[in-house]
């Protein structure tokens, strides 16, 4: 089989990591001469609006997909045109959206932070006298990493706000009070079929991912698994899924989903009987999905700026180094660490082991 996929970043990669032995071959489409997932398949050097090079792509494979939901919506319909494209351009639309995505959790049932629409200086003052201070301002589209979005504690950080986000539309959101982040990440097949791995304890720094921690029988599991049941059905989603929450005061509101496999769940490689990257090409190709079980503890670390060297990671018992093969730039994601152990005090031995060789603000 045949896959193309929009975006030739480490997640393209890794998809196709996860493919090659299933026999599936990859074509991917992006505008960076240097795509880190160029190795592993064709590369069409073209901007996702270029509707040749689309229509090129559309009509070598046999099904496409997207490795991160900055792609238009649009790319996404005209290449429907050729060939399925799973997700699908409406669930794309929703999910890079953070209003459309928002209103779809209050739609079903969700709790989400407090929102409104900003898409001026006055309405975000309006906004603001409405949610209260502190809150979070943050651009609709294109936002990731904690890029496109600023904390609004006071009044004199509101003024100027919506110009320094660049003066498009935005939604602001009242600050959660958190006890702390999990992500779940969900897979659904072209038969409806959905299964969701353990969820997963996540920490940031400056909007980053740096680490993620497997749960075990987590007692909001079940919650987790029931929203995120209501937006695969919802949206008739085909694919990996991920969905980002707070918990707070016993419960869970949602962050926001990933239309796509999600950094948090890189470490279901080595942790899990399927990974995230195998289960979603067997979603979109139809295949029966994977077992989500996991294999044991098991944490990931995000080398960001720079990655170790390949022997320091091999000297930690249970470590699997994943380099991206991408440039070295400060606040870049260009590697992981993925440890796994039989035991949770293994685990904490190796983590510990391997956070002394990731730099933290690299």
């Known amino acids: 089989m045949n896959i193309g996929i929009v975006g030739g970043g480490q997640l393209g990669r890794m ?3 996860a493919g090659i032995p299933l026999n599936m071959r990859f074509s991917f489409l992006d505008p960076a001469i240097d795509a880190c997932a160029a190795a592993l398949g064709e590369h069409i050097c073209a901007a996702y609006d270029d509707q040749k090079a689309l229509r090129q792509l559309g009509e070598s494979v046999d099904l496409v997909t997207f490795e991160f939901e900055n792609v238009p919506a649009e790319t996404v319909d005209f290449l429907a045109q050729f060939v399925p494209v799973f997700p699908s351009g409406a669930a794309l639309r929703v999910a890079r959206d953070r209003l459309l995505e928002k209103s779809l959790f209050q739609e079903l049932g969700i709790p989400t932070p407090t929102f409104a629409n900003a898409l001026s200086q006055q309405e975000l003052d309006a906004a603001v006298q409405r949610i209260g201070l ?16 600023k904390v609004l504690r006071n009044p004199a950080e509101v003024v100027c706000a919506f110009a320094d986000l660049g003066q498009v539309p935005c939604i602001l959101e009242g600050f959660v009070p958190f006890n702390g982040e999990v992500s779940l990440i969900a897979v659904r097949g072209r038969d409806g079929e959905t299964r969701s791995y353990p969820l997963i304890h996540n920490q940031h720094e400056g909007g980053i991912l740096r680490q993620s921690l497997v749960s075990s029988a987590h007692p909001l599991q079940a919650l ?12 008739d989603y085909v694919g990996v899924l991920a969905f980002e929450f707070f918990e707070v005061d016993g419960g869970l509101k949602a962050n926001e989903i990933a239309p796509r496999v999600h950094n948090s769940g ?13 289960n979603h090409l067997r ?3 139809g295949l029966p999905l994977g077992s989500v079980a996991k294999t044991g503890e098991s944490a990931m670390l995000n ?4 990655v170790p060297s390949t022997a320091q990671v091999a000297g930690i018992a249970g470590a699997h180094l994943h380099h991206y093969g991408k440039a070295f730039k400060p606040g870049r994601k260009v590697g992981h660490i993925t440890l796994c152990a039989s035991d949770k005090d293994r685990l904490e031995a190796r983590l510990a082991a391997a956070l002394s060789l990731v730099e933290p603000s690299a």
């Open 15 to 17: 998809l196709a990591l």
């Open 134 to 149: 502190p809150a979070v301002l943050k651009t609709r589209t294109l936002g990731y990493d904690g890029k496109g979005q």
């Open 303 to 306: 080398c960001i700026g720079s």
């Open 266 to 278: 890189h470490l279901s490689i080595e942790g899990s009987e399927c990974s995230q990257f195998e």
């Open 283 to 285: 979603a979109i190709a």
């Open 224 to 235: 987790a698994e029931d929203y995120a049941r209501r937006v695969l059905d919802k949206l």
